[in-house]
């Protein structure tokens, strides 16, 4: 039982260059999300995806696609990265139970935009 | 969701225990406090939850004040390995959104 998984750990791009983070969870949650984090801040919502089929805009969805390709898999896509999309990015999926959600996170993406 | 306020860091001696308070003054009746912690350069992890009574698990107990204005984390002997950034965060679960808002937390630095 890997939890969520991300991949690459890490990426260095070029402005203007595209590229796609994977995510993937083998707890069958329903619910599932992006998150970005900059040096010093608390995490953001990009996007999340509340069951499959599904998606919606977070608070920073700007410059950002996803797509929910089934249960386990959530992928974000940077379609023209730019200097500012230079983060960590962290995917979680999630379960209710006992009156709360729980969200697991994964190791994160260190992504670096030149 | 409402906001939360905590102090933005906080040491504690190996052994003992560490209290890490957080202020929710707006919290309104249907929402749940959680607490996260994020090890550095880990993803967060989820420590423990509860809406109105004082909560234990294996990792910590959650402290809540009668009018949920505000509530303590406690970890009861801090080990190094407990050092990490702690988030507190108020919100209501089945709204329409599932987000969690996570301000700047509380950096705990556990000494030897």
């Known amino acids: 039982n890997a939890g969520v998984t991300q991949t690459p750990k890490f990426q260095v791009l070029k402005t203007g260059q595209s590229m796609t983070l994977q995510c993937a969870q083998d707890?069958?949650?329903?619910?599932m999300y992006w998150y970005r984090q900059d040096p010093g801040m608390g995490l953001r919502l990009i996007y999340y995806?509340?069951?499959?089929?599904?998606?919606d805009k977070g608070e920073v969805p700007n410059g950002y696609n996803v797509s929910r390709l089934n249960k386990r898999e959530f992928s974000l896509r940077l379609e023209s990265a730019a200097p500012s999309q230079t983060s960590v990015y962290f995917c979680?999926?999630?379960?209710?139970?006992?009156?709360?959600?729980?969200?697991?996170f994964g190791p994160g993406t260190r992504l670096l935009v030149l | 969701d409402a906001k939360t306020t905590q102090p933005p860091s906080m040491d504690c001696a190996e052994g003992r225990a560490a209290n890490l308070p957080c202020n929710h003054s707006?919290?309104?009746?249907?929402?749940?406090v959680y607490w996260y912690r994020q090890i550095h350069s880990q993803g967060p992890q989820y420590i423990i939850h509860?809406?109105?009574n004082n909560e234990t698990n294996e990792m910590a107990s959650l402290i809540i004040t009668e009018d949920r204005k505000s509530s303590t984390l406690i970890l009861p002997h801090a080990t190094l390995r407990d050092t990490a950034v702690y988030y507190c965060?108020?919100?209501?679960?089945?709204?329409?959104?599932?987000?969690?808002?996570f301000g700047t937390g509380t950096l705990l630095a556990v000494q030897p």
């Open positions: 707890m069958n949650h329903n619910s």
């Open positions: 707006t919290i309104s009746g249907n929402e749940y």
């Open positions: 995806s509340a069951s499959e089929g599904t998606t």
């Open positions: 509860g809406l109105k």
């Open positions: 979680a999926s999630s379960e209710i139970g006992q009156g709360a959600e729980t969200q697991y």
């Open positions: 965060i108020v919100r209501v679960d089945g709204g329409a959104t599932n987000k969690l808002i």
